[in-house]
């Protein structure tokens, strides 16, 4: 079965300070790639996705990711963060061989002026 | 506009009394599932449909069931709530799996 690890929990950075959110994940078979943002008391809307073909996939609010297959990471990246940014962001997983998607814990992006 | 919409937003009940939350869809999505989000263990899977008729199980299935009698509404049940299951559920869309999901605002539940 497929899983995904967030390893932190929680991470702070100054306002316009670049900033990467991690995510590591575990499968047998071919996987697909999700990031989703959590704004404050709202559902989950999704940032990127990665399917296939290039490993630097551009998502919404200058938010990019970049598959790596030997690391097992789709790690999220911003090269300058602004105080809107300020949400829970969620890693996902899912495989063709079922139709489970698997969400990480979450990372809290903290923004400090 | 195009949106997934659950009911009600806050719920309280009391331990073994039997609740619905409904969940329904106006984007004739095939795929529809429900999540359950608490602090430090993010969103866990608890069922999901990819048509009508057709449910599986998640990763915590237990004490809920659900039904997909149609294609736009995925009802979320509880025939005896207990208070582990005092949690925030998502009900959630797509038009097939590798699409993105269309989430619902939430369902605020207290079981006391």
């Known amino acids: ?113 | 506009e195009a949106q997934v919409t659950q009911n009600p937003r806050y719920l309280i009940t009391v331990t073994g009394k039997k609740l619905t939350v409904t969940c329904s869809q106006n984007m004739n999505h095939e795929y529809m599932s429900w999540y359950r989000q608490d602090p430090g263990l993010g969103l866990r899977q608890i069922y999901y449909s990819m048509n009508v008729e057709v449910t599986d199980k998640g990763d915590v299935p237990e004490g809920y069931k659900v039904s997909r009698k149609e294609k736009r509404n995925f009802p979320l049940i509880l025939e005896s709530p207990s208070p582990n299951q005092t949690s925030l559920y998502f009900c959630a869309s797509s038009p097939r799996t590798l699409e993105k999901l269309f989430f619902g605002s939430g369902t605020q539940l207290s079981v006391l």
């Open chain 1, 1 to 113: 079965a497929q899983s995904v690890t967030q390893l932190d929990s929680q991470v702070p950075v100054f306002e316009e300070a670049p900033v990467e959110l991690r995510c590591n994940y575990s499968s047998s078979v071919s996987v697909y790639l999700f990031w989703y943002v959590q704004y404050p008391n709202q559902g989950l809307q999704l940032l990127l996705k990665y399917l296939s073909g290039s490993t630097l996939v551009k998502g919404i609010n200058g938010f990019e990711a970049e598959f790596n297959k030997s690391q097992t990471s789709f790690h999220l990246r911003k090269p300058s963060v602004h105080i809107s940014d300020t949400a829970e962001y969620f890693c996902a997983v899912t495989t063709n061989r079922d139709d489970k998607i698997i969400f990480g814990k979450g990372t809290r992006l903290h923004i400090l002026p």
